[in-house]
């Protein structure tokens, strides 16, 4: 493996793809989760990553996000290989990622939560608290900067768990399951601001479950099924595929989405 050293960002290959996934597999004990995974990530857009139950997404997200080395296989950054760099290191390189289970420092403020990370990239308490303002601006938190995180609802949480992401200015984020738990009338501002998010540049591998969500922000789906790419494509070209409504969506979700 040819790891960046520290604190050092690998440059990207001249109009190659920011992200690669070579022949990834991955094995636990017995059970193989991952076989053969291979897919590319282009520059300044959302590559949704779906699939049953089961089916090898978070331990495909893991891998990319250096919390399993894969068992064989390849994962690339900007032309680098970054396997097996463990995930304390993927700040430094500018990759961020987002949890599922939230866990903010719940009697710490917003502003201290985002602080945290910004200080990734400065020494500087003075230039750490603008750079926290500025993305809790971005992601609608401002009149909760000086409350306790604990004191957020389900959505504000959402929205912290992306903050503190977005504080370390990554040109790759790792989206685990953002929309889940959120209401209808809670997800299309999240949406919304992931496309305005998008819009400056940052590229976004995002793994979930709510479809509307993963129509409209992606420009290509891979969909994993018992751990192996079943479809991989546009949304419609996924959505349109027997395979994909056989395994995971099934009829009546087509004819809902369509």
Known sequence: MTEASPGSEPQAASNGPLLEITNVSKRFGGLLALSDVSFSVQQGTIHGLIGPNGAGKTTLFNVVAGTFAPTTGKVAYRGADITGTPSHRMASLGIGRTFQIMKPFGSMTVHENVRIATYGRTDSTEEASTEADAVIAMVGLERWRDRS???????????????????????????????????????????????????????????????????????????LHHGQMLASGSPRDVIDDPRVIEAYLGEEHRHAEG
């Open 149 to 223: 995180a604990g004191e957020l609802p389900t959505a504000g949480r959402k929205r912290l768990e992306l903050a503190r992401a977005l504080g370390l200015a990554p040109n790759l984020l790792l989206l685990d399951e953002v929309l889940a738990g959120l209401v209808p009338a809670e997800r299309k501002p999240l949406i919304d601001l992931l496309k305005e998010i998008r819009s400056t540049g940052v590229t976004m591998l995002l793994v979930e479950h709510v479809m509307q969500a993963v129509m409209a922000l992606s420009d290509e789906i891979v969909v």
